[in-house]
């Protein structure tokens, strides 16, 4: 017996993968427009191809190989738009928002925070916190309880709470 394919329709797929192949997007570009732009284009690539698609549980990874392969097309194909200046521009501030070096510091305080924390209850923070899985998934890909996530994240985010260096953040 065949088991039913998670994603029955590319809208259904989309839907619930956007977050995250977004976030690899951004992760591929400069800003979020052009990281909004590149998937857009991937997600057009991957709708082509739908039918071709044999196993639609592998579909990230079809859409991660078009993100990458297009933005390196897109890098070949760039134009040089750089111009001599006597100031370098700065943009402007906006309200409320972090200093890009603060947030940069944060963000390199956090990974160093949890590159401490023993090695499964890190696989579990950041495949339930950046990958954005849910418990279940989590446990499902660890081969472990529910429970078991449950208990090893709250542990991983009371060490993370008590971390020194993340003191900056409270």
């Keep these: 017996m065949t088991r039913p394919a998670p994603y029955p329709s590319f809208s259904s797929y989309v839907r619930a993968r956007q977050p995250v192949l977004l976030r690899t997007a951004r992760s591929l570009t400069a800003n979020a427009s052009d990281a909004e732009d590149l998937l857009q284009t991937a997600l057009t690539k991957t709708y082509v191809a739908w039918e071709r698609i044999e196993d639609h549980r592998a579909v ?78 989590t446990a499902q890909i660890l081969g472990v309880s529910v429970g078991t996530v449950k208990s090893a994240v709250s542990r991983a985010l009371g060490k993370l709470r008590d971390d020194p260096e993340l003191d900056v953040v409270r």
């Design 60 to 137: 990230d990874g079809y859409v991660r190989r078009a993100l990458l392969n297009t933005r390196t097309s897109q890098w070949r194909k760039r134009k040089v738009d750089e111009f001599a200046c006597d100031e370098l521009p700065e943009p402007e501030p906006q309200p409320g928002e972090a200093d890009p070096a603060e947030r940069q510091a944060l963000h390199d305080a956090m990974w160093r925070a949890i590159m401490k924390l023993p090695a499964r209850q890190r696989a579990m923070v950041v495949l339930r916190y950046y990958e954005d899985l849910s418990e279940a998934q």
